[in-house]
């Protein structure tokens, strides 16, 4: 989908009323490609990832919760607890490309970020971040650090 280069860098893309977002043509999305949207751990902003890269995601995920668990960090009810957050509300089902180069935005992550019509675009290797705003990713890229 978005290839091994960072393609898409740190730029406003707009949010129609259908809530479909036009994907940057630089990403060389196909039409009928298969996108899945995703939250990142906590929530705050959205990934766009290609069928790979969503089960190599989820399987970071899931070998995380995993050592916690070996590691006594974590009971087994909230390993199972964790599993169940990542399955019921990181993922959301499939969306397709369409000839416009578009996808529709979930509704709940809409809600959940509060978006409105317009979403912070970062391109990653294989994916794209989609952010409230740019002060909403500047906010939690200084938190990384």
Do not use: W
Not at 42 to 61: P, S
Not at 63 to 77: M, P, T, V, Y
Request: proline fraction near 3%; glycine fraction near 2%; include cysteine.
């Amino acid at each position: 989908m978005f290839g091994e280069e960072i393609i898409v860098t740190n730029r406003l893309l707009k949010l129609d009323p259908k809530r479909r977002l036009r994907i940057p043509s630089e990403t060389k999305v196909e039409v009928g490609e298969k996108i899945y949207p995703m939250f990142d751990i906590r929530r705050e902003y959205l990934l766009l990832l290609n069928e790979q890269d969503l089960l190599i995601a989820i399987k970071k995920y899931e070998d995380l919760f995993k050592s916690l668990r070996e590691e006594g960090k974590i009971d087994a009810r909230k390993y199972r607890e964790f599993l169940r957050h990542l399955y019921a509300t990181l993922c959301f089902a499939q969306e397709i490309v369409d000839k416009q180069n578009r996808i529709i935005i979930p509704q709940i992550a809409i809600n959940r970020m509060q978006l409105s019509n317009t979403v912070y675009a970062v391109g990653k290797n294989t994916h794209l971040e989609l952010y409230k705003d740019e002060e909403t990713y500047q906010a939690i890229l200084a938190r990384r650090k």
